[in-house]
């Protein structure tokens, strides 16, 4: 099994597959695609002569079948291990835990274009007032779920697809200093976006983005 990706220090997209996959315990290879490059079509073709159809990552190929997209690649790695449970059995739970993936999935733009991850920044920005209601969104959501299903993570007591997806979030509003307690949040929010960073398979991401930096310019 291979995972094409890109660089772990920006790449939120590949992280939320590559933090499922390991999850499943299951052995594959990287394959790393420099982003940002002078010339983006470089990043393109690259990542098509690695076997992306879209050109553009991540990608999963198991065997013959190639996956493309983040959410279609966590969904397939749900089927392919069952065992590993990336979704809980409830399916109230996986449900919604689908519908807050999705809506991250397709929504929340002022965060991401205002907030991109960046593993290696540390800085207190101060934030438009579109991106201040995507957190306020985002607090009120953990909030809601964590109270649902009683924590510590989003659907209850076991790691799912959907902290996936909001991992990396929680390193943006570390980056970042967004303090969410100035958005809504009485402490459960960013508790639970620190008990993200602190996951085996984030730090090892982590650790391997900070050691490995991107060397292209944008």
């Not at 995972?3 to 597959?17: A, T, Y």
């Not at 790393?32 to 470089?42: A, C, G, M, T, V």
């Not at 299903?149 to 990396?168: E, K, R």
Request: net charge negative.
């Amino acid at each position: 099994m291979e995972l094409i990706i890109g660089d772990k220090v920006w790449s939120s997209w590949s992280m939320r597959p590559w933090l499922a996959l390991k999850k499943t315990g299951a052995p594959f290879t990287e394959t790393l695609i420099r982003l940002r490059r002078r010339n983006s079509r470089d990043t393109y073709d690259a990542a098509v002569a690695a076997g992306s159809p879209s050109g553009m990552v991540p990608a999963l190929r198991d065997g013959e079948t190639v996956v493309w997209d983040s959410l279609a690649i966590c969904e397939y790695l749900a089927e392919r291990f069952p065992e590993a449970a990336l979704w809980p059995a409830d399916p109230l739970a996986r449900a919604l835990g689908r519908a807050a993936a999705c809506e991250m999935h397709a929504g929340f733009h002022s965060v991401r274009g205002e907030l991109s991850m960046d593993l290696a920044k540390r800085e207190v920005a101060t934030i438009v007032p579109a991106t201040a209601e995507d957190v306020r969104r985002i607090v009120a959501l953990w909030r809601d779920l964590l109270t649902r299903f009683g924590g510590p993570f989003l659907l209850g007591p076991a790691w799912s697809i959907a902290d996936a997806f909001f991992t990396p979030v929680a390193t943006r509003f570390r980056s970042y200093g967004v303090a969410l307690s100035d958005h809504g949040d009485s402490g459960p929010a960013g508790q639970y976006a620190e008990r993200l960073l602190e996951t085996p398979e984030y730090l090892a991401w982590e650790t391997d983005a900070l050691a490995n930096p991107p060397t292209d310019e944008r």
